[in-house]
């Protein structure tokens, strides 16, 4: 954990209290993180120098995925949330344009997973150097126009970088995406032309039997935070209902109250204004379909 004045490390255990809390329940356990990166938290400093948590601050907001199936996680087979990190301004969706390939559906459960948690949400499209035919553009208008700010960068020749920096002041930002776009590619030439030392000043490891996610936070200037996310291969977002969905796919939100049922899922119901905007050309199919795609696959989850 970092001190107050952030000068300096503690490393920190939690107090047995929180654990034994914890383990006693796990029958009822939605959640499985006690503390998380970007959390505020109380510790008592011990003789050997290290800290022990003994309360944690509530988190204005924080990000998450379900966590993966994990036999014996849960009793009925119920999937749980996983927090990746909390208490953060700007969310940054790495992707890249080639190698991996542009997955829209990847981005668009980016998107639900950071309008869910209420954050200002960035789509950066890295290694735009390799688009010869400007096949970038194309995204970059579907997503502009639906009110998202697109950052095309180039962690090779160093395209948007000065932007990314720009957006990245005052704030904690957090950098996600699958592995493979370029996420510590980009953060290094940042780093670099920043001209500073980055300072591991929080890190934490889910060291349970279920894959392993390690998020770090780097203070990289004053009040300017970056966490970085490894790539995950799964990302469902958590705690989502099938009729709550279609506010997380913002272009949708004018349509919504026009729907005769309040509890449309925009799929097939009669009178529904989605389907209806769809078909007038005012929702891009590529982001319905998603929709679509999503509705399916989001379960109900264990408190519901
Ligand atoms: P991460 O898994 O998201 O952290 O991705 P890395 O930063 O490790 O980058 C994955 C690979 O993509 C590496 O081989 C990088 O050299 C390469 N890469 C990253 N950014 C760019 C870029 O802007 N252009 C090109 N051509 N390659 C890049
Ligand atoms: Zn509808």
Redesign the pocket.
């Known amino acids: 954990m970092f001190t107050e004045d952030e000068t300096s490390n503690v490393r920190c255990s939690l107090r047995g209290k929180f654990k034994k809390d914890f383990n006693l329940k796990k029958d009822k356990l939605y959640q499985m993180d006690i503390a998380v990166v970007g959390d505020y938290v109380d510790y008592n400093l011990n003789d050997d120098g290290t800290g022990t948590i003994y309360s944690i601050e509530k988190r204005n907001n924080y990000i998450s995925r379900k966590a993966p199936k994990v036999k014996g996680s849960s009793y009925r087979g119920e999937r749980l949330e996983q927090i990746l990190a909390s208490n953060i301004d700007n969310f940054f969706i ?1 992707t ?1 344009i080639f ?1 991996p390939v542009f997955n829209n559906k990847v981005v668009d459960r980016f998107l639900v997973i950071g309008e869910s948690a209420g954050l200002n949400c960035y789509i950066i499209i ?5 688009d010869q035919e400007n096949l970038l553009s194309d995204w970059e208008n579907i997503y502009t126009k639906i009110g998202y700010k697109v950052i095309r ?5 160093g395209i948007g970088i000065k932007e990314l920096k720009d957006l990245f002041n005052g704030k904690k930002n957090i950098f996600w ?10 953060l ?1 030439k940042i780093f670099s032309e920043l001209n500073l030392k980055t300072k591991l000043v929080s890190t934490y490891n889910d060291k349970g039997t279920h894959s392993t996610v390690t998020s770090t936070l780097f203070k990289v200037g004053n009040n300017t935070y970056v966490i970085d996310t ?2 995950v291969r799964e990302i469902d977002p958590y705690g989502i209902r099938h009729e709550d969905l279609g506010h997380y796919f913002k272009e949708f939100l004018p349509f919504l109250k026009n729907c005769k049922f309040n509890t449309c899922t925009h799929n097939h119901e009669p009178g529904c204004a989605v389907l209806e905007a769809v078909e007038n050309e005012k929702i891009f199919p590529e982001r319905y379909d998603s929709y679509l795609r999503l509705l399916e696959t989001i379960e109900q989850d264990i408190h519901f």
């Open positions: 790495i890249s190698a890295n290694k735009e150097d390799l960068t180039s962690a090779k020749n995406g699958q592995s493979g776009v370029g996420k510590s590619s980009l290094n490894p790539g």
